[in-house]
């Protein structure tokens, strides 16, 4: 009875519901719809099936509602990619007329991906889109968009408690008195849930397989869905329904978005083969087959499988008396100390480590047994050990759960001095796996005894913002009085955030109120989380050494953020410090953090990323790009080791967008195989993917000695060149310009994917839009600013991923972010001046052409293009139709010599065969420059030469600009009078002439046969060459 009491007092379960809130704010300049220069505004929201609509503004294009739209979210796992539409609409019942219908006046498209969490949100002001190319729309909509989860009763049904009575309100109630809607909804929603244990093998960071559960120490327990139809399927037939755990959202995506089969169904498309085209370009890696075909490759297997043997140890229980117990796998590998829990005996020590062995090498494939022992570090004495038959392994393949550990009994050795000194049991479990297992990230290799320092990793980059600082004017502040006559202070600001220090210009001073303006903004850049203080300095650098007056400690946490252009108030500060003892004067600010600017970490031309910070400004992801890092070959030695050896411990590093990964380092390999895969959401195809292999050497250094990391090379593989659901398996060369000059390292080898629509309009419709986000365009930033912004970033970012474990170091960073490829560099000069001369290639061509043609080279051609002549002449409708027709079939016979692989680095677009010895030191001096005086006047006078030749160029090109001027600024009378003479001419035959006899006459006169020819220039020429120029009044 007390039970059946207890149960029946028994709260009933609560699950979270996600509710998602529109606040409609405002909108701003709609368009007069209503025939009398106004609209009568309304809001319909649509999401999930819910729509929703505010109440009518009559009459006014800025309407104001201030309303709340709350919308159930029906799956919050999958809220991401949800859509929410909002159309803004004109009232017919307030128009002037008979309207037959609510006039469009603009919509907005929202995703999943932008809403914020509640605190989190922010009002934004979105521009109202057109619903069709034909549609008139302008004006903007501010919204505030948040989600909240909130905790109801899921009310179970009678089914399972036949002999309960019902509440008297519902023995008694009328049959109108019906249970609301929400209440019927949220019986039809039923949810059955049940306690589980809770994983504890986390997700990889790498999403090689799902999160899992398993039954290991029976941890608090965690609720899972079960559909409804499943509760009253095994209900009925007293069977408990099957646990279905809930994905992240991401793992579902990859799931859900298999490239195995293409846009139209069909199979995978093949690799295709390709011939060695030298020692510096990509090939392809050829796919064992067995018919010679293409192989199918299994979606999310880019790599090769590698098995381990994985040997979880977690725990041991009345060990003999020891010290400091460890475990040794083999002969080679060995764990930590264990510790035991606090208040536990240390006779029952805990580790809590798995570690990875090689099966698939010809050592570990000989052996049939794996002997795991317990010894004591202090002393060495054996404690015990079990024997495990490997033919009796199990072999686990995800997603499976991970292999619960079990007890074993520790036995002893045939050592009779051993005897009694062997006691107690081990808890551990031993299975096969390859490098997908979800336990593989944080395992201890044994290719890799440091472990800190050779484990794979993924970053994450720091959230970063633009912190803008208005320094508007000063008052009250303790000016020197002794100074001399006519003299005006030269007072400024110097703000400090971090390593980061702006200083302001001059103020101006105004004599009626003594205050000093400025009216500068001064931009740092923030990184989360905000900790730092904005410290402003006001300095009086009238004499030769500044005078503090003043100063205010901010911190940046209490900074206002915003995600657009809005008026941000400013504020009055007092100083502190002065001269004037606790009150010094005042200063007027106006400080945001813009949440709108892409905060740009890596050079324009290779960056990787150009979302805003705001996530709430951030797009649905277009497509999932899969790189499979597989690894190199014929590495070069990096450092020796005893008797002279040479060798190379490589780990390779790839960075798209925030997120960074970080193989496994293999000691000791100039042929390292990872076989690593990892997986990066795109927003935008036209980025780039970085890969970059380095050589370990901070695992041998000490904690107090820094030794870096060698490069061995980079490549660079932009996505917008990577065909859609393709796989590309390539092997790259690593090339490392050094001071001696251009020097391969190896290769290495890479497989990549894009999986995204070919032509789908959410992908085609990314080519459209603006670069950079909005806040760029509406408030730039200066060129050299930007630039002094990004280094700034490159060193927060370096500092940030330094701090993790294992670090990431500042080279490295560096490194894979060009943060050097502003500096100036002969060869990249080089490099530039031969592209441009490329990109005139074209040009260049078509006036040979045209040449050819006028000189008679090939009488046929001649004749044909004087034919087509005649025809564009006689049709001129047909010009414009013609020439984008021959640039269509251009494009179509390109085609044919398309790239079949991603380009990596070109060594000849690069300028790096033939680079002088001289420019290559100059190129890797520091900044300022460390080489002797003389060797410094030197190339200074080189470059004096250079930059001559360059205003020699731009003098012509000014010259040649001021003689068109001339022809009717009367700077030559009679020039001007010749050329206004000629145009009058002109002018007489065009209006007695047809036009269409005019143009052939015109036509057929440049391209006149050779004998009618002479060889001294037309008088023409002659003519624009004597015009004067501004040249001669040059000093």
């Known amino acids: 009875m007390m039970a059946e009491q207890q149960q029946q007092q028994q709260p009933p379960p609560t699950r979270p519901i996600r509710k998602l809130v529109v606040e409609v704010a405002d909108a701003r300049d709609l368009l007069p719809k209503d025939g009398l220069g106004s609209s009568s505004a309304y809001v319909v929201a649509d999401f999930d099936g819910q729509k929703k609509r505010t109440s009518t503004i009559s009459r006014t294009l800025n309407p104001l509602w201030n309303e709340s739209l709350e919308f159930v979210v029906s799956d919050p796992s999958t809220m991401e990619y949800e859509e929410l539409e909002i159309e803004v609409l004109n009232d017919k019942r307030m128009s002037n007329g008979s309207a037959r219908k609510n006039h469009f006046l603009g919509r907005v498209k929202l995703y999943g991906s932008q809403f914020a969490r509640k605190g989190d949100e922010g009002l934004i002001y979105f521009q109202l889109e057109k619903k069709s190319v034909f549609s008139w729309i302008r004006g903007e909509i501010g919204l505030r968009i948040y989600y909240y989860d909130d905790l109801e009763v899921a009310v179970d049904q009678e089914m399972n408690n036949d002999n309960a009575q019902p509440p008297p309100s519902e023995k008694e109630a009328p049959p109108q008195s019906q249970p609301q809607p929400q209440q019927e909804r949220r019986k039809m929603e039923e949810v059955r849930v049940l306690e589980v244990p809770a994983p504890t093998e ?543 390292m190896g290769e290495i080898e890479v497989a990549v994917r894009f999986a995204c629509p070919s032509l789908l309009p959410d992908t085609c419709a990314v080519y459209g839009q603006p670069l950079l986000p909005r806040m760029h365009y509406l408030r730039p930033l200066g060129v050299a600013q930007q630039e002094a912004l990004r280094g700034a970033a490159t060193k927060m970012v370096a500092a940030w991923l330094a701090r993790s474990e294992p670090p990431l170091g500042s080279e490295v960073v560096r490194y894979m972010l060009d943060a050097d490829s502003h500096t100036w560099s002969m060869r990249k000069s080089k490099a530039n001046w031969f592209r441009i001369v490329g990109v005139l290639a074209w040009a260049v061509g078509l006036a040979k052409w045209l040449d050819n043609i006028r000189r008679w080279r090939n009488p046929v051609t001649t004749v044909l293009v004087h034919l087509l002549y005649l025809v564009l002449v006689w049709y001129p409708d047909l010009i414009v139709p013609t020439a984008f027709l021959y640039v269509c079939l251009i494009g179509i016979w390109y085609y044919r010599f398309r790239p079949k692989t991603p380009a990596g680095m070109d060594i000849r677009l690069s300028q790096a065969e033939t680079v002088d010895p001289e420019d290559l030191d100059e190129e890797f001096d520091t900044f300022p420059s460390s080489r002797p005086p003389e060797l410094i006047r030197a190339r200074y006078d080189r470059l004096r030469m250079l930059a001559a030749r360059v205003q020699t160029v731009l003098g012509d090109f000014a010259t040649q600009g001021e003689r068109v001027q001339a022809l009717v600024s009367w700077r030559d009378p009679r020039a001007t009078k010749l050329f206004i003479g000629v145009c009058l001419i002109i002018t007489v035959v065009l209006y007695v002439v047809p036009p269409k006899m005019a143009a052939v006459a015109l036509g057929f006169y440049f391209l006149r046969h050779p004998m009618f020819r002479e060889p001294m220039p037309p008088g023409s020429l002659n003519f624009f060459r004597r015009l004067p120029s501004l040249s001669d009044r040059l000093m």
């Open 202 to 744: 986390a997700v990889t960071e790498n999403l090689h397989s799902p999160a899992m559960a398993t039954m290991e120490e029976a941890p608090p327990g965690v609720t899972v869905r079960m559909e409804n139809h499943h509760h009253h399927q095994h209900q009925n037939q007293g069977i408990p329904p099957p646990v279905h755990p809930e994905y992240p959202p991401e793992m579902r995506r990859m799931q859900t978005g298999r490239v195995g089969v293409g846009i139209e169904g069909g199979e995978r498309v093949r690799v295709l083969k390709r011939p060695d085209n030298g020692d510096y370009s990509p090939r392809v890696i050829p796919r064992r087959s067995a018919n010679g075909e293409s192989e199918r490759i299994p979606a999310y297997d880019l790599v090769e499988p590698m098995q381990y043997l994985f040997v979880r140890i977690v725990k041991a229980r009345e060990l003999s008396q020891n010290e400091s117990p460890y475990v040794r796998i083999g002969n080679s590998v060995r764990s930590k100390p264990g510790i035991p829990r606090p208040g536990e005996p240390p006779s029952n020590p805990e580790w809590h480590q798995v570690f990875a062995l090689a099966y698939n090498k010809p050592e570990s494939a000989n052996s049939s047994t794996l002997e795991i022992s317990v010894w004591d570090a202090q002393s060495e004495n054996f404690l015990g050990g079990v024997c495990f038959d490997l033919s009796d392994v199990p072999v686990r393949d995800p997603p499976d759960s991970p292999l619960a550990p079990q007890w074993y009994r520790l036995e002893g050795s045939d050592d009779p001095n051993a005897a009694g000194k062997v006691s107690g049991d081990i808890q551990l479990s031993v299975w096969i796996g390859t490098q997908a297992d979800d336990a593989f990230p944080e395992s201890w290799s044994s290719d890799a005894p440091y472990v800190s320092h050779t484990r794979s990793k993924v970053y994450q980059s720091p959230k970063l913002w633009y912190l803008r600082v208005t320094i508007m004017e000063a008052q009250d502040l303790q000016i020197a009085p002794n100074l001399p006559p006519l003299t005006a202070p030269e007072v400024r600001v110097k703000a400090q955030l971090g390593f980061q220090s702006v200083r302001t210009r001059k103020g101006v001073m105004n004599n009626h109120t003594a205050s000093f303006f400025w009216h500068e903004d001064l931009v740092f850049v923030a990184g989360e989380p905000l900790e730092d203080s904005l410290i402003l300095l006001l300095e009086d650098r009238t004499g030769k050494d500044p005078v503090l007056l003043g100063h205010v400690l901010i911190p940046v946490a209490a900074i206002e953020q915003r995600i657009d252009e809005r008026h941000v108030a400013a504020r009055w500060l007092s100083l502190e410090g002065g001269p004037g003892g606790s009150y010094c004067g005042r200063i007027h600010l106006r400080m945001c953090l813009e949440g709108g600017y892409h905060v740009l970490d890596e050079a324009a031309h290779v960056c990787s990323d150009f979302r805003p910070t705001a996530k709430q400004l951030w797009k649905p992801a277009i497509g999932i790009l899969e790189l499979g890092i597989l690894g190199a070959r014929g590495l070069l030695p990096m450092k020796s080791r005893g008797g002279g050896k040479g060798s190379t411990d490589p780990y390779c590093v790839a960075k798209y967008g925030k997120k960074w990964v970080r193989t496994r380092t293999i000691t000791d390999s100039f042929d390292p195989r990872w076989n690593e895969q990892y997986t990066w959401q795109v927003y935008d195809p036209c980025t780039v993917l970085t890969i970059g292999v380095f050589d370990n050497w901070r695992m041998f250094a000490d904690m107090a000695e820094e030794k870096p990391d060698f490069r061995i090379g980079k490549v660079r593989i932009r996505v917008s060149t990577l065909e859609s659901n393709k796989v590309y398996t390539n092997s790259y060369p690593l090339l490392v310009l050094q001071r001696t000059g251009l020097k391969k």
